[in-house]
Each structure stands twice: as C-alpha cells, then as structure tokens.
C-alpha cells in the first residue's frame, strides 16, 4: 500500500515507518522538521515536511496515498499549555481525516492509548470499558477520538482507532525509567507493586497497526492493542531483574508521601514552567492498574503477539547495553 505516518521522527512512529517499508509498503514520512529526520533519509524513507495544525501541508503530504497512520501527538511536556495538546491530540484527528477525504484516501488508522481508559477498576479492559482520563494529555486523547469518529461519519474516511498498551522494546527511552533502573539495581517501588501493568513490544504493534489498515471489516471500529501477558508491577520488575541478572531486590517506600511530595512540586515549579522533579502522574504509576482485553483485536484482526515479555525484555535491555546507557 501507499501510506503515510505521522509522528514518524518518535520512537512508535520512526519504528513503523522501518517496519512497513521492509515489508514492501511504499512509506512517506511527515515530519514537522526535515533537519530531524535525517536518520529516516538515510534509510531510504521519502519525507515530507507538514503539521497537523496547518491542513494545507497535510493534503499536500497526502496525495496519492491510501492509508494514514495518524500516530503524532504531543505527550506530557511541563509548561505546554492545554491549547497546545488539544490543537494536536484532538483537533490534529479531525484534520487528518479531512485531509484524507480531500485526496480519496480510504482509511486512517488513528492511534490513542489506553489511558483513555485511567485507572482500570475491573481489570482486564475492553474497548467498551468507562472512559477516565486522568491528565490533559489522556483528556485530548479522548477528544482526539470523538473528533475523529465525527470527521469520518462526515466525509465517510474509514476511522480505525487502536488503544495500545505501554509500549516498549528497542529505540525506546520512555521505560528506561523502569527497566534501566531495575537492570542497574537503582529501582524504587513505591507502595506494594500488586497493581497491574500491561506492555506491547513495538513489532507487535507495528502488526497491529498495518492489521488495523489492512482488515475490511475494521472500518469504524475501536481496538486495544496489547501483549499477551499481563504481570503486576512487582511480577514484572522480578522478570527484568531475572533477565538482567539483577540479585537485589528493589527498596520499597510507602506511596501516599511521595505523591504529596509530587503535589508540591508541581505546585511550586508550573506557574514558572519549570520541570518538576517528581510529579504526582509519575508516583501513579505506582498506584494505578493497566490490564487489557485483546480479545476483539484477536477475533476481528487476527492480531496475535509474537514476542513474550521475557524476550522483549531481553532486546530492549540489550539495545540499552549498546548505547552505554547499563
């Protein structure tokens, strides 16, 4: 197919661009920034220049193709105001579907996340789980997607949404947090670690995605993309220390001071746009469960993960080892 990804100079979005193209898709990159993109060029990815905000450069980055992978978004950034989230997360869904009706391309595939879904109060989650964002981020999310579905029942754009799970495996720098920490023996767990966290390995994702683009049927439906094994944080802090070869056992702190310590500091640091040092969504890690239904996907899309948390693990550990980072 002819397809266009968005967000393609970000870990998810730079991954799926490699991925399509080596399975023979004709790939074309938008970017916002052209000089960030040189790694793209070098592996022979065309790249276009445009912004979700601007629907001039997204028509004219789109012609010609059939499906667009909507996977740019703006994520937690401290100082960013909500227009800014919501000009991207949310109105940026409607203006690619738009731009997807002006060139007669059939399908997008939008990506969310399943923070939509906030804390999940009777793990596992569907699709049809209660919707409870948390942040503003999770909140343009669920914007993103009503925006979206409207776009598409106007112009008639065929609108898949895929909800991934926490994402992971090489290239990232997200979950170093959790898996470089734990493989370095630096790791805290705060409160009991008996909460659920639920991981996608990027490759499985990335099928995910083109199963979302590829399946007739798909049109105009929801999907949780995810792995299949779903740990608590305390199992799966004890398979990255397994694989990393980590005897020592994490510190254990209670939560509830951390998070008001958390509160303080956003308190203190936002009104001068200031990083804080520790944020209350960071100590919610800790405290919020994240297990998911994949059972639609698997039936509608056919969508079986192939690569076990075990083994993901161990190829993201080893690209950390590369960049001298464990």
């Given at each position: 197919?002819?397809?266009?990804?968005?967000?393609?100079?970000?870990?998810?979005?730079?991954?799926?661009?490699?991925?399509?193209?080596?399975?023979?898709?004709?790939?074309?990159?938008?970017?916002?920034?052209?000089?960030?993109?040189?790694?793209?060029?070098?592996?022979?990815?065309?790249?276009?220049?445009?912004?979700?905000?601007?629907?001039?450069?997204?028509?004219?980055?789109?012609?010609?193709?059939?499906?667009?992978?909507?996977?740019?978004?703006?994520?937690?950034?401290?100082?960013?105001?909500?227009?800014?989230?919501?000009?991207?997360?949310?109105?940026?869904?409607?203006?690619?579907?738009?731009?997807?009706?002006?060139?007669?391309?059939?399908?997008?595939?939008?990506?969310?996340?399943?923070?939509?879904?906030?804390?999940?109060?009777?793990?596992?989650?569907?699709?049809?789980?209660?919707?409870?964002?948390?942040?503003?981020?999770?909140?343009?999310?669920?914007?993103?997607?009503?925006?979206?579905?409207?776009?598409?029942?106007?112009?008639?754009?065929?609108?898949?949404?895929?909800?991934?799970?926490?994402?992971?495996g090489p290239g990232d720098r997200r979950l170093f947090k959790l898996f470089g920490r734990v493989a370095q023996g630096r790791f805290v767990m705060f409160g009991s670690g008996r909460v659920y966290y639920h991981l996608t390995y990027i490759d499985d994702l990335c099928e995910g995605f083109r199963l979302c683009a590829a399946?007739?049927?798909?049109?105009?439906?929801?999907?949780?993309l995810a792995g299949e094994e779903v740990t608590t944080l305390g199992e799966l802090v004890d398979v990255v220390r397994d694989v990393a070869g980590v005897a020592r056992r994490p510190w254990r702190l209670p939560v509830w001071p951390v998070w008001m310590a958390g509160a303080a500091c956003e308190a203190i640091c936002r009104?001068?746009?200031?990083?804080?040092?520790?944020?209350?969504?960071?100590?919610?890690?800790?405290?919020?469960?994240?297990?998911?239904?994949?059972?639609?996907?698997?039936?509608?899309?056919?969508?079986?993960?192939?690569?076990?948390?075990?083994?993901?693990?161990?190829?993201?550990?080893?690209?950390?080892?590369?960049?001298?980072?464990?």
């Amino acid at each position: 197919m002819k397809v266009l990804v968005t967000g393609a100079t970000g870990f998810t979005g730079g991954h799926l661009v490699r991925w399509l193209a080596a399975r023979g898709d004709d790939v074309r990159a938008l970017v916002r920034n052209g000089r960030q993109a040189e790694a793209l060029q070098k592996d022979g990815i065309p790249v276009v220049e445009g912004d979700l905000t601007n629907p001039v450069s997204l028509i004219g980055a789109a012609k010609g193709v059939e499906v667009i992978y909507n996977i740019a978004a703006l994520y937690r950034t401290a100082g960013l105001p909500a227009a800014s989230y919501r000009a991207v997360n949310a109105e940026g869904v409607g203006a690619i579907v738009d731009a997807a009706w002006a060139v007669d391309a059939r399908r997008v595939v939008h990506c969310s996340t399943v923070g939509v879904h906030g804390d999940v109060e009777h793990p596992p989650a569907n699709e049809d789980a209660p919707l409870r964002p948390g942040d503003v981020y999770q909140e343009t999310k669920v914007e993103g997607e009503t925006i979206g579905r409207a776009a598409a029942a106007r112009t008639g754009v065929e609108l898949v949404i895929a909800r991934p799970s926490g994402i992971y495996g090489p290239g990232d720098r997200r979950l170093f947090k959790l898996f470089g920490r734990v493989a370095q023996g630096r790791f805290v767990m705060f409160g009991s670690g008996r909460v659920y966290y639920h991981l996608t390995y990027i490759d499985d994702l990335c099928e995910g995605f083109r199963l979302c683009a590829a399946t007739p049927q798909a049109a105009g439906r929801t999907y949780i993309l995810a792995g299949e094994e779903v740990t608590t944080l305390g199992e799966l802090v004890d398979v990255v220390r397994d694989v990393a070869g980590v005897a020592r056992r994490p510190w254990r702190l209670p939560v509830w001071p951390v998070w008001m310590a958390g509160a303080a500091c956003e308190a203190i640091c936002r009104p001068f746009g200031i990083e804080p040092p520790l944020y209350r969504r960071r100590v919610d890690f800790f405290t919020k469960s994240r297990a998911f239904d994949i059972a639609r996907a698997r039936q509608e899309l056919g969508f079986h993960p192939q690569i076990g948390l075990r083994e993901g693990i161990r190829r993201t550990l080893e690209w950390y080892r590369e960049q001298g980072w464990i």
